[in-house]
């Protein structure tokens, strides 16, 4: 790993010191003080990690100087101190390199939790069913608000589909990596022979838009208005309060029938719009800066096969980085920490490798 030079730790702390400073003085005004209170908090913690880096690299240098000195117990200290600092020092270095990595600007992010049944029929919705049950419970772990904007429920009891909203921190940093197809391999219920079936499910992950990320014209917009079919009491069935909107420029569709509210619809679809319509202008930019590089962690595209729950064998094994884990109960109940918390650190480690390619 390419070692940070010292004139750029000395001025990523400088840097610090002059936000700290511009922020003591009390002479800024409320625009200008938010701006530099929010650069401030990004470049803290780099500057931690930078002053951390600088210490051990001060203390290597005093201590290799002590090596030489006259006193032979001074010199053993020396020696020791030295090791145990030579330990620490790459560690500091990665977690500075760590921090200097260009963020996703979308990590903090809410998510908009996208979950449709595959290939396998009813025995694909009840898995599609499980992974909505799955990732409910991690959310739950988070401390994370997970409100179902709409689903379509299969006659088995999964779902054909469920798209949902996930508030809380950090959520799309977490969940990014979840995007493809899992696939499941279980003996059904009905299955009275007792063979083994595959069938898979499709997630995606997507970063929720605010207004002010993505304009849309209304002129763009064609919105129907008719009435719900399906479960949802008779109140639901009886009034013209589905929607359906049309983004004519880019032929995208969003149907929403749940609420009994005509205005809720529409508000809830022209939030799955939005986000779907950030998502398209998010992967045409990583398209032009990445070329076709792909990193250890896949691509997110939906149509590549990235995990296998494995229930005769009680596993889960994520094909992207080659880990398998004999905890599919657990995993199932929403303990997905291990899981996700290496592929963060697969992502990071390769981002790291091509900074110093």
């Given amino acids: 790993m390419t070692s940070i030079p010292a004139d750029r730790?000395?001025?990523?702390?400088?840097?610090?010191?002059e936000l700290q400073a511009l922020m003591a003085t009390g002479d800024l005004s409320g625009d200008r003080f938010v701006q530099v209170s929010?650069?401030?908090?990004?470049?803290?913690?780099?500057?931690?990690?930078a002053g951390e880096v600088r210490r051990l690299r001060e203390e290597v240098e005093t201590l290799t100087g002590m090596e030489t000195d006259g006193d032979a117990d001074?010199?053993?200290?020396?020696?020791?101190?030295?090791?145990?600092?030579?330990?620490?020092?790459?560690?500091?270095?990665?977690?500075?390199a760590l921090a200097l990595l260009p963020r996703d600007a979308?990590?903090?992010?809410?998510?908009?939790?996208?979950?449709?049944?595959?290939?396998?029929?009813?025995?694909?919705?009840?898995?599609?069913?499980?992974?909505?049950?799955?990732?409910?419970?991690?959310?739950?772990?988070?401390?994370?608000?997970?409100?179902?904007?709409?689903?379509s429920a299969s006659d088995s009891g999964g779902f054909k589909e469920a798209i949902a909203s996930v508030e809380?921190?950090?959520?799309?940093?977490?969940?990014?990596?979840?995007?493809?197809?899992?696939?499941?391999?279980?003996?059904?219920?009905?299955?009275?022979?007792?063979?083994?079936?595959t069938s898979a499910a499709t997630v995606a992950v997507l970063p929720e838009a605010e207004e002010v990320d993505v304009k849309i014209d209304d002129k763009d917009l064609r919105i129907d208005i008719y009435r719900s079919s399906g479960p949802g009491g008779q109140s639901v069935n009886t009034t013209d309060s589905a929607v359906r909107i049309v983004h004519i420029p880019t032929?995208?569709?969003?149907?929403?029938?749940?609420?009994?509210?005509?205005?809720?619809?529409?508000?809830?679809?022209?939030?799955?719009?939005?986000?779907?319509?950030?998502?398209?202008?998010?992967?045409?930019?990583?398209?032009?800066?990445?070329?076709?590089?792909k990193s250890m962690v896949g691509s997110g595209d939906r149509s590549e096969r990235i995990r296998t729950y494995n229930f005769p064998q009680?596993?889960?094994?994520?094909?992207?980085?080659?880990?398998?884990?004999?905890?599919?109960?657990?995993?199932?109940?929403?303990?997905?920490?291990?899981?996700?918390?290496a592929l963060i650190a697969q992502d990071e480690a390769d981002r790291l490798a091509q900074l110093d390619s």
């Fill in 38 to 49: 929010k650069e401030y908090a990004e470049v803290e913690p780099v500057a931690k990690a």
């Fill in 251 to 293: 032929g995208l569709v969003v149907i929403q029938q749940d609420e009994k509210s005509q205005h809720k619809n529409k508000a809830k679809a022209m939030k799955v719009l939005r986000t779907r319509l950030y998502e398209q202008e998010r992967e045409r930019l990583h398209a032009e800066r990445a070329g076709a590089r």
């Fill in 74 to 96: 001074l010199r053993e200290m020396a020696r020791e101190e030295l090791a145990a600092i030579r330990e620490r020092l790459p560690q500091a270095e990665r977690g500075l």
């Fill in 168 to 197: 809380g921190k950090g959520v799309f940093a977490r969940l990014k990596f979840e995007s493809g197809v899992h696939r499941v391999q279980r003996v059904p219920a009905t299955e009275a022979g007792g063979r083994i079936h």
């Fill in 9 to 17: 730790i000395a001025a990523i702390e400088a840097r610090r010191d």
């Fill in 314 to 341: 009680g596993r889960v094994t994520d094909h992207r980085i080659n880990l398998t884990l004999h905890r599919l109960p657990e995993i199932l109940e929403g303990e997905m920490d291990e899981l996700i918390g």
């Fill in 106 to 151: 979308a990590d903090e992010r809410a998510a908009m939790l996208e979950i449709r049944a595959g290939t396998g029929g009813d025995e694909a919705a009840l898995f599609a069913g499980d992974l909505f049950r799955m990732y409910q419970k991690y959310a739950e772990r988070q401390g994370w608000r997970v409100e179902l904007i709409s689903s």
